[in-house]
C-alpha cells in the first residue's frame, strides 16, 4: 500500500520510467525479509544509471529508496501498529524477528495475527499476569 506508493513517487522524482511498476514491484518484493528489499535496491541502481549519466544522480533513487525503507519498517510501521493494536512497539518488532526466523516470508507476514491470537489466549489463561513488559517504545 503505503510503502508501494511511496516508492513510485521517488522512482518518478528520479526520473525512471515506469513509476507504478516500480511502485507495485517494491510493495511485492517487500514480503521477502531482506532479499526482497536487496532486489528493487539493485534494481533502483541499475535503473538509475541506465537513465542518467552521472553517478551522483544515478545512485540518488536507490539510496532515497533504502532510506526510505528502513525507516518506514524499521521504525514508522512498528510505532503506527503497535498503537493500534495496543501492542509495545519493541514487542512487535521482537515479533516479527521471531516469526520471520520462524517460518521465512510467511511468518513476517503472520507475525503480528500469530502474536495477538498468543496474547489473547495466554490473557484467557492467566488473566492475573501482565502480558506485556514495560519495554521501550
Given amino acids: 500500500g503505503l510503502f508501494g506508493v511511496a516508492v513510485g513517487i521517488v522512482a518518478w522524482l528520479g526520473g525512471l520510467g515506469t513509476p507504478a511498476l516500480w511502485g507495485v514491484a517494491a510493495f511485492l518484493l517487500s514480503f521477502i525479509p531482506f532479499l ?72 513476517a507476514m503472520l507475525a503480528v495475527p500469530l502474536t495477538l491470537i498468543c496474547m489473547t489466549l495466554y490473557a484467557g489463561i492467566m488473566p492475573q499476569t501482565k502480558i506485556q513488559p514495560n519495554l521501550p517504545g
Fill in 36 to 107: 526482497g528489499i536487496a532486489m528493487v535496491t539493485i534494481a533502483m541502481v541499475i535503473g538509475g544509471l541506465l537513465v542518467h549519466e552521472s553517478l551522483f544522480w544515478g545512485l540518488m533513487p536507490a539510496f532515497i529508496f533504502f532510506v526510505l525503507d528502513g525507516f518506514l519498517e524499521n521504525l514508522l510501521i512498528p510505532a503506527v501498529m503497535g498503537k493500534r493494536l495496543q501492542m509495545n512497539a519493541f514487542m512487535l518488532f521482537g515479533a516479527i524477528v521471531f516469526w520471520t526466523w520462524l517460518w521465512g516470508a510467511v511468518g
